[in-house]
């Protein structure tokens, strides 16, 4: 299975202000584009077959090293990316929002937990909301690791790698979280997630 870069589901300029274009050229265009590029390089000399992207990354996970890097990093980005809309952001709509609710007490305790998350975890890395037991539950992992490996399924994911936002936002991450969440976030994609988890 080889692995292909993504088209945006969205303009380049569709995000601003939010997450600008010269973002986007270099975040998608040149760190996702170099993943894929040496995952395919080490997927060529590796002796694993897979159906899907997660069956992929599952497989990867179990050889680990450079291979799994790049595969995890290329389906953390593909997530990532369907986890932004233009027209996105603000409260939950849907399934999404009564799960919300019933786990987290709320859309504000789940934004707080989010950030919260996002904060905590040191260096470079991601904070995504799971569904793991039939519960959803705030994530965090760090480089290439992905809640897939831990059995849990992803319903969105922001990244926080500095790449992702210093152009944008500097060193302010919680901003950058926050404007994720209030300006970004893509609940219809959640909302398909949750179905399917």
Known sequence: MNLELPELP????????HMSANTLNIHHGKHHNAYVVKGNELLANADI???SLEELVKETAKAGGALFNNVGQHYNHSF???SLSASGGGAPTGDIAAQIDEAFG?????????VAGGMGQFGSGWV????DGGKL???KSANAETPLTDGATPIL??????HAYYLDFQNRRPDFLGSFLDNLVNWDFANKNLANA
């Open 80 to 82: 990532f990316w369907n």
């Open 106 to 114: 709320g859309y504000e305790n789940f934004k707080a937990e989010f």
């Open 137 to 139: 539950k705030i994530a």
């Open 157 to 162: 994911v922001c990244d926080v790698w500095e």
């Open 49 to 51: 077959s897979a159906d």
């Open 128 to 131: 995504w909301l799971v569904s």
């Open 10 to 17: 969205f303009a380049k300029e569709a995000l601003e202000p």
